[in-house]
Nanobody, 126 residues
Framework: QVQLVESGGGLVQAGDSLRLSCEAAGDTFSSFAVGWFRRTPGKERKLIAGINHTGGSVYYVDSVKGRFTIARDNAKNTVSLQMNSLKPEDTAVYYC???????????????????WGQGTQVTVSS
């Protein structure tokens, strides 16, 4: 079983940057693909970025392409999400999750994941 803890959220202004981190403990982290989801009030969690188990394949939803960068360091059991040029519509609770599978960067459904972090709030003011 893997346990995940996110950090790095906060309140920023539009155009600013934030870096979210997801630290894993437990089972072999390098065997999991990892996704970053976000949830806004009244909506379901949505996959916005993903990375496969080696880091060789990544996925971004169109709304964050060119602004967000996902990366992993399997030696340190961490996955990061660098968020640049933040917009008010990026305001959400962000979650990292470990997938049941490993080879793809994009597992879109929450049931594809075996472990979730507690979430971290990102608020972008205009």
């Amino acid at each position: 079983q893997v346990q995940l803890v996110e950090s790095g959220g906060g309140l920023v202004q539009a155009g600013d940057s934030l870096r979210l981190s997801c630290e894993a403990a437990g089972d072999t982290f390098s065997s999991f693909a990892v996704g970053w989801f976000r949830r806004t009030p009244g909506k379901e969690r949505k996959l916005i970025a993903g990375i496969n188990h080696t880091g060789g394949s990544v996925y971004y939803v169109d709304s964050v392409k060119g602004r967000f960068t996902i990366a992993r360091d399997n030696a340190k059991n961490t996955v990061s999400l660098q968020m640049n040029s933040l917009k008010p519509e990026d305001t959400a609770v962000y979650y990292c999750a470990a997938a049941k599978a490993s080879y793809s960067a994009a597992y879109y459904h929450t049931e594809d994941y075996v472990a979730w972090g507690q979430g971290t709030q990102v608020t972008v003011s205009s």
